[in-house]
Nanobody, 125 residues
Framework: EVELLESGGGSVQAGESLRLSCTAS????????MAWFRQAPGMERKGVAF???????DYADAVRGRFTISQDSAKGTLYLQMNSLKPEDTAIYYC???????????????????WGQGTQVTVSS
């Protein structure tokens, strides 16, 4: 059974940083595409950072240059380093994964089959 567990959320001031972690178990990380999504109150869930099987990374325009997705395969952990946080970054952040091919670059919420429970990030001005 695939299990994803996020941690590292919290409340910070604008301009500060947070690092989210997602511990994955139950599958072979090298066969999966992983991502971080977020959902603000009353809004749809949207992808913010993506990492493909080969390590290619991509970001939503809203976070490009401020957020960095990375992974430690030995630990089975996915990270999201968030710098220069803004109030509009306030949301529940979710870790997601899907078994994929080398050429796959899934971006849509519906493309991901496995989800964590989410961790709250609140940024105040």
């Amino acid at each position: 059974e695939v299990e994803l567990l996020e941690s590292g959320g919290g409340s910070v001031q604008a301009g500060e940083s947070l690092r989210l972690s997602c511990t994955a178990s139950g599958y072979t990380r090298s066969a999966y595409c992983m991502a971080w999504f977020r959902q603000a109150p009353g809004m749809e869930r949207k992808g913010v950072a993506f990492i493909a099987r080969g390590g290619d990374r991509d970001y939503a325009d809203a976070v490009r240059g401020r957020f960095t997705i990375s992974q430690d395969s030995a630990k089975g952990t996915l990270y999201l380093q968030m710098n220069s946080l803004k109030p509009e970054d306030t949301a529940i952040y979710y870790c997601a994964g899907v078994e994929c091919e080398d050429w796959s670059r899934p971006r849509a919420t519906y493309a991901y089959t496995d989800w964590g429970q989410g961790t709250q990030v609140t940024v105040s001005s």
